[in-house]
C-alpha cells in the first residue's frame, strides 16, 4: 500500500444483544468517530457486528487479517468477566504475538475513571502484518482508551511491515524514533 492509498481498517463488535438487532451498536461507531479524529490518511471501516461466541469472533479476526488485509483492526465489547466475554481468548487463538503493554496502558488510564477497570482483559497481538486491539464496550471508554495507546500503533504497524498510518498531531502525536 501506498501512502496515498485508501486502508482498510477493521471495526468489531461483539456483541451478543447488537448482533441481533436487539441493543444499538454504540462500540463501533465510537471506534470509527475517534479514528476520523486521529487519522488523516484516507482510510475506510471494514465493519462486522457478531455474537459473543469465540469461533465467530476467531473467523471474523482472521477474514479481516487474511483476507481483507487490514493493517489495524479494532474490536469493542467481550472484554469482562462475564461468561459469554471471549473476545481476548479469541483474538489470543488467532495471534502470532501478543502485545501485553496495550492492555496495561488501557486498565491503568481507565483506572483513573472507574475502579473496576481492573475486571477488564483488553488486549493486543500481531497476525501476519496485522494488529489486533481489544477496546472495551462502553463509548467513553473506547476514545479514553484509543487515546491512550493509539501514539504507538502507527509504529507498530510499521514494524510489521503495514502502510504508514498518519496522524493528526493535534488529536495524537504518533510516536516514531528519529532516523
Known amino acids: 500500500m501506498t501512502m496515498n492509498q485508501d486502508i482498510p481498517i477493521g471495526v468489531v463488535t461483539i456483541s451478543d444483544r447488537a448482533s441481533a438487532g436487539i441493543y444499538e451498536d454504540r462500540g463501533g461507531p ?6 476520523r479524529r486521529i487519522l488523516t490518511n484516507p482510510w475506510h471501516a471494514e465493519t462486522r457486528i457478531v455474537a ?10 482472521t477474514e ?7 493493517p489495524l483492526i479494532v474490536t469493542t465489547g467481550g472484554t469482562g468477566p462475564a461468561l459469554r ?4 481468548e479469541a483474538t489470543e487463538s488467532i495471534c502470532e ?18 475502579p473496576t477497570a481492573i475486571l477488564s482483559r483488553q488486549t493486543a497481538g500481531i497476525r501476519g502484518q496485522s494488529l489486533i486491539v481489544n477496546l472495551p464496550g462502553k463509548p467513553s471508554a473506547i476514545a479514553e482508551c484509543l487515546a491512550a495507546v493509539f501514539p504507538a500503533i502507527p509504529y507498530c504497524i510499521d514494524l510489521i511491515g503495514g502502510p504508514y498510518l498518519e496522524t493528526d498531531p493535534a488529536v495524537c502525536a504518533a510516536f516514531r524514533p528519529s532516523r
Open 97 to 114: 504475538k501478543m502485545m501485553p503493554g496495550f492492555g496495561e496502558l488501557m486498565r491503568s488510564v481507565s483506572l483513573k475513571s472507574v
Open 30 to 35: 465510537a471506534i470509527i468517530a475517534e479514528l
Open 85 to 88: 466475554d471471549v473476545t481476548p
Open 52 to 61: 459473543d461466541e469465540r469461533p465467530l469472533i476467531a473467523a471474523t479476526l
Open 64 to 70: 479481516l487479517t487474511d483476507r481483507q488485509r487490514c
